[in-house]
T-cell receptor
Framework: GEDVEQSLFLSVREGDSSVINCTYT??????LYWYKQEPGAGLQLLTY?????DMKQDQRLTVLLNKKDKHLSLRIADTQTGDSAIYFC????????????FGRGTSLIVHP | ETGVTQSPTHLIKTRGQQVTLRCSSQ?????VSWYQQALGQGPQFIFQ???????GRGNFPPRFSGLQFPNYSSELNVNALELDDSALYLC???????????FGSGTQLSVL
């Protein structure tokens, strides 16, 4: 099965909060990442969390990590149409190698 | 500070041909990672170069090869192209194999 799993689509209304969920399999992962990809572009690192943390907040972004359940979530407050993109969850750091393994991505669609 | 740049942006090849993709790493970065992103999928790790040596390889056949130069720029070479090689090829750079990867915009390769 996939090492990192995400739901494929999420649709929200502008101004609402978005929550994108992810599960991963490697319990020895040191870092969990969220990347954003806009159409025709590469990946932009949004935020990442060290595995010994439960939560990280960065402006409108909140990352929650449940290490016991290997569950990661990204909450975007006050979602804007410019947030429409594909969001990738990734794990890395296992065995000292910081090479992220990515999920398939969640396509976030924000309606006006 | 110059970001990660990749060339060309788009490329069309026929089956059986060979292709070379190029990547210039971000200023101050000595590590380059290459990923393949098929349509609708997450990026798949091909290999990583650190200080001109291969530092890790994903599940790709030997016809995928690479180089890193003394200025830390890198090439990805693919021989005997197959239709399934059609994808977006992403290059990412980092400093000393650290956990934060910075991606270029990618090269879209189409194999006919």
């Amino acid at each position: 099965g996939e090492d990192v799993e995400q739901s494929l689509f999420l649709s929200v209304r502008e101004g609402d909060s978005s929550v994108i969920n992810c599960t991963y399999t490697d319990s020895s992962s040191t870092y969990l990442y969220w990347y954003k990809q806009e159409p025709g572009a590469g990946l932009q690192l949004l935020t990442y969390i060290f595995s010994n943390m439960d939560m990280k907040q960065d402006q409108r972004l909140t990352v929650l990590l449940n290490k016991k359940d290997k569950h990661l979530s990204l909450r975007i407050a006050d979602t804007q149409t410019g947030d429409s993109a594909i969001y990738f969850c990734a794990e890395g750091g296992s065995g000292g190698s910081y090479i992220p393994t990515f999920g398939r991505g969640t396509s976030l669609i924000v309606h006006p | 500070e110059t970001g990660v740049t990749q060339s060309p942006t788009h490329l069309i090849k026929t089956r059986g041909q060979q292709v070379t993709l190029r990547c210039s790493s971000q200023s101050g970065h000595n590590t380059v990672s290459w990923y393949q992103q098929a349509l609708g999928q997450g990026p798949q790790f091909i290999f990583q170069y650190y200080r001109e040596e291969e530092n890790g390889r994903g599940n790709f056949p030997p016809r995928f090869s690479g180089l890193q130069f003394p200025n830390y720029s890198s090439e990805l070479n693919v021989n005997a192209l197959e239709l399934d090689d059609s994808a977006l090829y992403l290059c990412a750079s980092s400093h000393d194999r650290e956990e934060k990867l910075f991606f270029g915009s990618g090269t879209q390769l189409s194999v006919l």
